[in-house]
């Protein structure tokens, strides 16, 4: 069974650009969660997802950051406009209806020059 | 903010059982206690979960107490790739995890 995948795990850009994070559930799972970690600091919720709905974004910076999970394909973390304060590591996970345990990706490491 | 206290470090011997201990006085009746570890700068690997009975799975036990506010992880026998920062976390299914500053675990050989 593949587990949850993020792409890609590193991600470069300049200070201006977009930064898209991609995540693939596990199969069989219908719920994302995206989280942040800044460098020695915790792991802090972003945003939850359903397919195509947005269930809490209560985590979610007011700018710049969207979040989305189409009917078809990954769920994908967007940050426009990158600033340095960006550079952290974004993990996803994902769970099933049935149980709710979330199964952590590998993360996807941005840093911002 | 979390709902755990757990201390900030611990160290164990190698081969020797780890337990960890984890405070969580206003836990509600329909919450879980969740465990996670985090290796290095890897995503957090779940460990085991529990609402009021003991449970045991192939990489740990946890023990909740009979009032549910506390718990403990135990790794039987500890190896050095245990190493890691371990998360206990109460929370309902399908809700956003909190995680607090969690116990960095050093086993050394």
């Known amino acids: 069974n593949a587990g949850v995948m993020q792409n890609p795990r590193h991600l470069v850009r300049r200070r201006g650009q977009e930064a898209r994070l991609r995540c693939s559930p596990m199969?069989?799972?219908?719920?994302v969660y995206w989280y942040r970690q800044l460098p020695e600091e915790g792991l802090k919720f972003m945003v939850y997802?359903?397919?195509?709905?947005?269930?809490?974004e209560s985590g979610m910076p007011k700018e710049r950051f969207s979040a989305e999970f189409p009917k078809e394909g990954p769920s994908i973390l967007r940050i426009q406009q990158v600033v340095r304060g960006d550079s952290a590591a974004y993990f996803c996970?994902?769970?099933?209806?049935?149980?709710?345990?979330?199964?952590f990706g590998p993360g996807t490491r941005l840093t911002v020059l | 903010d979390a709902k755990t206290t757990q201390p900030p470090s611990m160290d164990c011997a190698e081969g020797r059982a780890a337990n960890l201990p984890c405070n969580h006085s206003?836990?509600?009746?329909?919450?879980?206690v969740y465990w996670y570890r985090q290796i290095h700068s890897q995503g957090p690997q779940y460990i085991i979960h529990?609402?009021?009975n003991n449970e045991t799975n192939e990489m740990a036990s946890l023990i909740i107490t009979e009032d549910r506010k506390s718990s403990t992880l135990i790794l039987p026998h500890a190896t050095l790739r245990d190493t890691a920062v371990y998360y206990c976390?109460?929370?309902?299914?399908?809700?956003?995890?909190?995680f607090g500053q969690g116990t960095r675990l050093t086993i050394n050989p």
């Open positions: 996970a994902t769970s099933s209806q049935s149980t709710d345990t979330q199964y």
């Open positions: 206003t836990i509600s009746g329909n919450e879980y």
């Open positions: 199969k069989g799972h219908s719920h």
């Open positions: 529990g609402l009021k």
């Open positions: 997802l359903q397919k195509e709905n947005i269930i809490d």
């Open positions: 976390i109460v929370g309902q299914g399908a809700q956003k995890l909190v």
